[in-house]
């Protein structure tokens, strides 16, 4: 089993920033692929970014190049979105999600999932 909790949500007026956290723990914690999804009310969720624990590879949402980075502290096991021009159509319920080895932008595809954070972009 794998814990996922994310944390740094909150509420930003568009164009400023937000730094979410994900701490995860359990066993072999580290040997998984961290992705990040979001989800707004009455949407699917979608993918948004991911990133590897042997080379740190990432991908990214073409909705969100440019403006969100994705990191992790593997001594720490903590993945980070720093999130740059928030727009109001970033505003979403955020995920971390965890997968063995590799990651997809396939939510269907992640064995592990946190809570979620609420995060608020108003115009």
């Known amino acids: 089993q794998v814990q996922l909790v994310e944390a740094g949500g909150g509420l930003v007026q568009a164009g400023g920033s937000l730094r979410l956290s994900c701490a995860a723990s359990?066993?072999?914690?580290?040997?998984?692929?961290m992705g990040w999804f979001h989800q707004a009310p009455g949407k699917e969720r979608k993918f948004v970014a991911a990133i590897v624990r042997g080379d740190s590879s990432t991908s990214y949402a073409d909705s969100v190049k440019g403006r969100f980075t994705i990191s992790r502290d593997n001594a720490k096991n903590t993945v980070y979105l720093q999130m740059n021009s928030l727009k109001p159509e970033d505003t979403a319920v955020y995920y971390c999600?965890?997968?063995?080895?590799?990651?997809?932008?396939?939510?269907?595809?992640?064995?592990?999932w946190g809570p979620g954070t609420q995060v608020t972009v108003s115009s």
């Open positions: 999600a965890a997968r063995f080895l590799t990651y997809t932008d396939d939510p269907e595809s992640y064995d592990y």
């Open positions: 359990g066993r072999t914690a580290s040997n998984y692929a």
